[in-house]
């Protein structure tokens, strides 16, 4: 019973939280911090794949690729297309293109 107790107290603790510097992901006591400028793309796909670090609780997400970082990053916020244009206000080196954001040209 307290596994399942724990199981689900960190399922309420799931959290992103987006400033004009950096995206902060959070599930209970495990956390990391993006810095926008770090930000190569952010790509709708499978987030259960080889070299990824999971924030989602879903199968398909946002995947984070990042400058100098071999682990992408996983996510599933509730609205994904705010959550798309918010990250482009916020990041003048990336623009949004059918749905992802990629580098600016």
């Known amino acids: 019973a307290s596994i399942i107790c724990l ?6 603790m ?3 939280t987006l400033s004009d510097h950096a995206l902060r992901l959070a ?4 956390g990391m911090s993006v ?6 793309s952010v790509t709708h796909g499978f987030v259960k794949k080889a070299r990824t670090w ?3 609780l879903t199968i398909k997400g946002l995947i984070i690729a990042r400058r100098g970082k071999f682990m992408r990053v996983a996510i599933s916020p509730r ?4 959550f798309m244009h918010d990250l482009a206000e916020r990041c003048p080196h990336l623009e949004l293109r059918d749905g992802s ?4 040209t």
């Open 54 to 56: 999971s924030f989602s």
């Open 35 to 40: 810095p926008l400028d770090t930000i190569e």
């Open 79 to 82: 609205d994904r297309d705010e």
């Open 27 to 30: 599930c209970g006591p495990i």
């Open 7 to 12: 199981g689900l107290s960190l399922l309420h």
């Open 14 to 16: 799931l959290s992103y």
């Open 101 to 104: 954001l990629t580098p600016a």
